[in-house]
């Protein structure tokens, strides 16, 4: 075998590596190839190998020094590839004859610093210096261990050490069981929970299915339930709760679940759920109708309270829970009308009981009176007379042709009208126009309001039109009484500028209605109006009439010279009465329109004093002296209007002026 080996290693021609020879009959040993870098390693080798580099070593040293000259990897491997490498036939030979040595011994190699030493006693063999075939022809006995048999006092003295090693082998056997029995109940233990994992895998994996499927559901039917499922605390609250914001919100849910469900009903879908709900839905409603009724009915009942104010009600109690009688009217329309029935008359009944009161108050206040003996054409001396004739009582005394302060009445910036108790103790004494812009102020007021609140609670449940109309019932009676208070202060009076002062406050009131939108109120304003115009035109015909009866009054004979040297240029006292008079009425007339009917009634005033100073002035006999007349009373009445603005004045002006120029001359 080892001369099969050698052969086949020189047909090759290179050694085989020395990983892969085969197994040596010698036990393995570790060797150390010279230290590298200061450190001694071991690096374990076969015995074959070991015999092969003493082998080769015999023959020739200068192979193996060559190859401890390599700096990189072992010996062996560089004196395998080293091309003086001996003949192994020849190396064969010697080591088993030819040449008697020992085992090689490797020296240190001063190149690179590594140093091989092969012992005989590394390998347990001791050959005795002599050669393979000389140690089988040698008969020198090797020593051979011989297994010798104990004694009984060998036994005994081992025995202490065997059993200490027998109790100790039980006590491992014991734990050992006992491990034994652990490992056995862990592995019983191991697989139940491997069993319950696979379980809770097996109902992780359903519930999961069962989730995805519940997730599916969900998105289908969570927006219809959520559409049409009310809280239990929204039923809770309509049915038990106080009347507030919040009721209010709860019931605007259920409103909203209420149409939700008409409108799925409406698709024609068979939904067992609908059916369900839609009774239990039908008596939540019904019981919010009962509360809503029960709430407006005591409203209701308030404002027929003494001494209440019911735009404290209107907006607290009404206007903020205004939606309860829109849900109202949706569910139940003839409940609604019954409701809104009751609170028009309840309002009728309150209206015309508060301003029956106030027209009362105001009766009480003292009026100037002004009656037909006020007119222009009578002289201060036979009004005298009929004052001290007349059962009437006068008042203070006034003047009825001058206009005074009595315009503060419409630039006042008080918007607020008088009240009873005031009205009821004024002491002072007022002309008429003081009682009508009160109580009119205070009725427009009103009204303002209660159209406002009607169209706020009322609607959308209720037209404009349908409004409008509870609007007139509610202050058909009010309203009427507002125009027997406005007859009974015009009919016998003869204040042309109180008339036109009437009719002034009429106007702005007009415009302040136009500005807040309150447009029922106008068939009031224009009735009004309709009464204050045609007496306004009356009185000027009674001052046109007093004046024509004063000029048919003066003498038409011509004086005599003794007369006419008494005669005076100087103004009548009828002229600074119409003067006084015109410049009133034109100061109140700034901003008329061409309609009114002022001016008409100017120009027939203005042309029965013309008359009248014409008439007159043909009494004085010196024609100078006429001519001065008549321009001094002209001049007079420019002056008097002279300050006055707006077109109508303008116009009067012009028209003096020119009379004036034509007698000036």
Not at 497 to 519: D, M, N, S, W, Y
Not at 633 to 654: F, H, M, P, W
């Amino acid at each position: 075998m080892w001369l099969d080996r050698l052969s086949q290693s020189t047909q090759s021609g290179t050694p085989p590596p020395l990983s892969n020879r085969s197994y040596s009959p010698a036990p393995r040993r570790q060797t150390s190839l010279g230290p590298t870098a200061g450190q001694n390693a071991q690096r374990p080798f076969n015995l074959r190998s070991s015999s092969l580099l003493s082998v080769a070593s015999n023959d020739s040293s200068t192979s193996l020094l060559a190859s401890s000259k390599k700096t990189n990897g072992s010996g062996l491997k560089q004196s395998a590839t080293s091309p003086d490498a001996p003949n192994p036939l020849e190396v064969l030979e010697k080591v088993i004859g030819l040449e008697s040595k020992g085992l090689y011994k490797a020296s240190k190699s001063k190149a690179n610093g590594i140093q091989d030493v092969i012992e005989e006693s590394d390998f347990g063999l001791d050959f005795e210096g002599l050669g393979l075939q000389e140690l089988v022809l040698s008969e020198t006995p090797v020593e051979v261990s011989v297994h010798r048999t104990q004694t009984v006092a060998d036994y005994d003295r081992e025995k202490e050490k065997f059993e200490d090693l027998h109790r100790s082998i039980r006590a491992c056997d014991d734990v050992l069981n006992s491990v034994e029995i652990n490992l056995t109940s862990f592995q019983n233990d191991l697989a139940l929970v491997s069993a319950e994992i696979e379980t809770l895998q097996a109902r992780s994996t359903a519930l999961n299915v069962r989730l995805e499927n519940r997730k599916m559901v969900e998105n289908g039917l969570g927006p219809i339930v959520e559409e049409i499922s009310i809280a239990p605390a929204v039923v809770r609250k309509i049915v038990e709760g106080v009347i507030d914001e919040a009721w209010v919100k709860a019931l605007a849910e259920v409103e909203k679940r209420s149409k939700a469900i008409d409108a799925k009903s409406n698709e024609l879908r068979n939904i067992k759920g609908f059916k369900d709900l839609k009774p239990l839905l039908e008596n939540l409603i019904n019981k919010a109708l009962e509360r809503i009724r029960d709430f407006l009915v005591a409203q209701i009942k308030a404002l027929r309270s003494p001494n209440i104010n019911a735009q404290i009600i209107q907006q607290q109690h009404f206007i903020r829970y205004k939606d309860l009688y829109a849900f109202l009217h949706r569910h139940h329309t003839k409940l609604a009308e019954e409701i809104g029935q009751a609170y028009i008359n309840t309002m009728r009944w309150y209206f015309l009981n508060q301003f029956t009161r106030y027209q009362k108050a105001l009766e009480k206040v003292k009026l100037h009176v002004i009656d037909r003996h006020d007119v222009l054409g009578n002289d201060d001396g036979t009004r005298r007379n009929n004052i001290l004739t007349s059962s009437k009582p006068t008042g203070p005394p006034h003047d009825a042709f001058n206009l005074g302060r009595r315009i503060d009445l419409l630039k006042t910036s008080s918007q607020t009208a008088l009240s009873s108790f005031l009205a009821e103790e004024d002491k002072s004494t007022h002309y008429l126009e003081f009682p009508f812009r009160n109580f009119n102020l205070a009725l427009v007021d009103n009204a303002s309001a209660e159209y406002s609140f009607l169209t706020s609670f009322f609607s959308p449940a209720l037209s404009y039109a349908t409004i409008s109309r509870h609007f007139n019932y509610i202050f058909e009676p009010t309203f009427t009484l507002g125009q027997t208070l406005t007859k009974s202060l015009i009919n016998e009076t003869v204040d042309g500028l109180g008339l036109l002062l009437c009719v002034r406050i009429t106007q702005h009131f007009a415009f302040e209605l136009q500005r807040r939108k309150i447009p029922a109120v106008d068939g009031y304003i224009n009735g009004t109006s309709m009464l204050l115009w045609p007496r306004f035109q009356a009185i000027m015909d009674l001052h046109c009439e007093s004046i024509r009866l004063a000029a048919s009054s003066l003498s038409t004979r011509k004086p005599s010279a003794a007369e006419s040297a008494k005669q005076s240029a100087a103004p009548h006292f009828l002229t600074q009465r119409f003067g006084q008079f015109i410049s009133g009425i034109l100061a109140l007339s700034t901003e008329a329109g061409d309609d009114e009917p002022v001016g008409s009634s100017l120009g027939r005033l203005r042309n029965e004093m013309e008359a009248f100073l014409m008439k007159m002035g043909k009494g004085i006999g010196d024609a100078r002296k006429r001519e001065r007349f008549l321009y001094n009373n002209y001049s007079l009445i420019l002056t008097i209007v002279g300050d006055v603005e707006g077109k109508l004045a303008g116009e009067q002006r012009e028209h003096f002026e020119g009379l004036k120029k034509v007698f000036g001359e």
